[in-house]
């Protein structure tokens, strides 16, 4: 299979597990006879730096010319005091924005050999697997107007949560359809009891469940989903909520396995190309020290090989083989086990890479770290 993917590294570590990621899927063409083309382009802070703008329109018909778009990460404290409109994230919302993809997927499930890494005891995390659904193009990140006002001495500041009913439909819909393949379970988060937006969220939820004879769906108040999150994980399944809920409930998600290191993303449009990325951020304090935990970017991969190439084998090659490192001791600073030696970024994708060639000799030496 021949396969174009856009590459967009970013800033901070988003250049070191970028480049992580494509190692890795180097070892998965050779293994399994692939070629996959990578072009790169810039987002971000790199290009507000070199361009002038956090998106430059020629990384914007570089991904729609792809079939598939691999993200970093984007922003640093450089950047932090530009105005809001030339932030490196803005870069980041207009490309969701123009590849219309408005469904981001976040998957987070238990590694046994991560018990240990995570803040909650293992009785409760044991088991977890949690599908997060988080609406992507819409919500309090888009909504005109959106700023500062100035009403003779009094200082205001306005942004509009708005949605069309549309939105809201197929995102539920994607829900739905992706727990009618996992345990018929949706759990849909908002906050009803006081925003109009929840009402139409969770009537229209209500209306798409009709479709889905089969899927049992559940509503649950955004501020109880984050206590419940702590309490009893495992009542998850599929999650579908809006744009600002989904942001803040998958980072809580994320840490309940371990490490925000290692969840993944995929971000779903009507006509592709589809885009995945880590759901962390670009980590400014440990940029350049080779120390950044490269997993979740090399399960964004994963996903990509399988949700967009249809590559399945592949794909649990690639998840297989992470499982795998993690069972042998391979550890990056964020999941540091007692009485491991900590790998570094580079250390970790060549021991993912050479369990994926099977590399008896790589391994070999990346077993003097474990
Ligand atoms: C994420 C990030 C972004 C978001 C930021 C960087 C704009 O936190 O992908 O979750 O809020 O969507
Ligand atoms: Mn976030």
Same mark, same amino acid.
């Given at each position: 299979?021949?396969?174009?993917?856009?590459?967009?590294?970013?800033?901070?570590?988003?250049?070191?597990?970028?480049?992580?990621?494509?190692?890795?899927?180097?070892?998965? =063409?050779?293994?399994?006879? %692939?070629?996959?083309?990578?072009?790169?382009?810039?987002?971000? /802070?790199?290009?507000?730096?070199?361009? /002038?703008?956090?998106?430059?329109?020629?990384?914007?018909?570089?991904?729609?010319?792809?079939?598939? @778009?691999?993200?970093?990460?984007?922003? /640093?404290?450089?950047?932090?005091?530009?105005? #809001? %409109?030339?932030?490196?994230?803005?870069?980041?919302?207009?490309?969701?924005?123009?590849?219309?993809?408005?469904? &981001?997927?976040?998957?987070?499930?238990?590694?046994?050999?991560?018990?240990?890494?995570?803040?909650?005891?293992?009785?409760?995390?044991?088991?977890?697997?949690?599908?997060?659904?988080?609406?992507?193009?819409?919500?309090?990140?888009?909504?005109?107007?959106?700023?500062?006002?100035?009403?003779?001495?009094?200082?205001?500041?306005?942004?509009?949560?708005?949605?069309?009913?549309?939105?809201? $439909?197929?995102?539920?819909?994607?829900?739905?359809?992706?727990?009618?393949?996992?345990?018929?379970?949706?759990?849909?988060?908002?906050?009803?009891? @006081?925003?109009?937006?929840?009402?139409?969220?969770?009537?229209?939820?209500?209306? @798409?469940?009709?479709?889905?004879?089969?899927?049992?769906?559940?509503?649950?108040?955004?501020?109880?989903?984050?206590? +419940?999150?702590?309490? &009893?994980?495992? +009542?998850?399944?599929?999650?579908?909520?809006?744009? *600002?809920?989904?942001?803040?409930?998958?980072?809580?998600?994320? @840490?309940?396995?371990?490490?925000?290191?290692?969840?993944?993303?995929?971000?779903?449009?009507?006509? #592709?190309?589809?885009?995945?990325?880590?759901?962390?951020?670009?980590?400014?304090?440990?940029? /350049?020290?080779?120390?950044? &935990?490269?997993?979740?970017?090399?399960?964004?991969?994963? *996903?990509?090989?399988?949700?967009?190439? #249809?590559?399945? +084998?592949?794909?649990?090659?690639?998840?297989?083989?992470?499982?795998?490192?993690? $069972? =042998?001791?391979?550890?990056?600073?964020?999941?540091?086990?007692? =009485?491991?030696?900590?790998?570094?970024?580079?250390?970790?994708?060549?021991?993912?890479?050479?369990?994926?060639?099977?590399?008896?000799?790589?391994?070999?030496?990346?077993?003097?770290?474990?």
């Amino acid at each position: 299979m021949k396969k174009r993917i856009a590459v967009l590294p970013g800033d901070g570590v988003g250049k070191e597990v970028a480049r992580g990621a494509i190692e890795v899927l180097q070892a998965v =063409g050779e293994r399994f006879g %692939h070629q996959f083309y990578f072009s790169y382009g810039r987002i971000g /802070g790199v290009s507000i730096d070199q361009d /002038g703008t956090p998106l430059p329109d020629e990384t914007i018909e570089l991904c729609k010319d792809s079939d598939a @778009v691999l993200l970093g990460a984007v922003g /640093g404290p450089k950047w932090d005091s530009l105005p #809001g %409109h030339l932030r490196p994230e803005k870069g980041l919302l207009k490309i969701r924005k123009e590849l219309n993809l408005y469904a &981001n997927l976040r998957p987070t499930s238990y590694y046994p050999s991560l018990a240990d890494s995570s803040p909650l005891r293992k009785e409760i995390i044991e088991g977890v697997d949690i599908l997060m659904v988080r609406e992507l193009c819409g919500g309090l990140y888009f909504g005109k107007p959106s700023e500062r006002r100035q009403q003779g001495d009094k200082e205001t500041v306005v942004d509009t949560l708005y949605y069309e009913k549309t939105e809201m $439909e197929r995102v539920i819909r994607l829900a739905f359809e992706l727990a009618e393949k996992r345990s018929k379970k949706v759990t849909s988060v908002d906050k009803a009891n @006081v925003l109009e937006s929840s009402r139409m969220w969770r009537e229209t939820a209500e209306e @798409v469940a009709k479709d889905f004879p089969e899927v049992a769906l559940e509503h649950m108040l955004v501020d109880n989903a984050a206590m +419940q999150m702590i309490k &009893n994980p495992r +009542q998850f399944d599929v999650v579908v909520t809006e744009n *600002m809920f989904g942001d803040i409930l998958s980072d809580e998600a994320s @840490v309940l396995t371990g490490s925000l290191g290692m969840l993944p993303s995929a971000s779903i449009s009507t006509d #592709g190309p589809y885009l995945y990325e880590p759901i962390h951020g670009s980590a400014p304090d440990i940029e /350049g020290k080779n120390i950044a &935990n490269p997993i979740a970017m090399i399960l964004s991969a994963a *996903m990509m090989l399988r949700i967009s190439f #249809g590559l399945e +084998q592949e794909a649990e090659a690639v998840e297989n083989a992470v499982k795998e490192v993690l $069972e =042998g001791g391979g550890r990056t600073s964020d999941i540091a086990a007692k =009485g491991k030696k900590n790998v570094s970024t580079t250390e970790m994708v060549e021991e993912i890479k050479a369990t994926i060639l099977d590399n008896e000799a790589i391994l070999n030496i990346m077993g003097a770290y474990a």
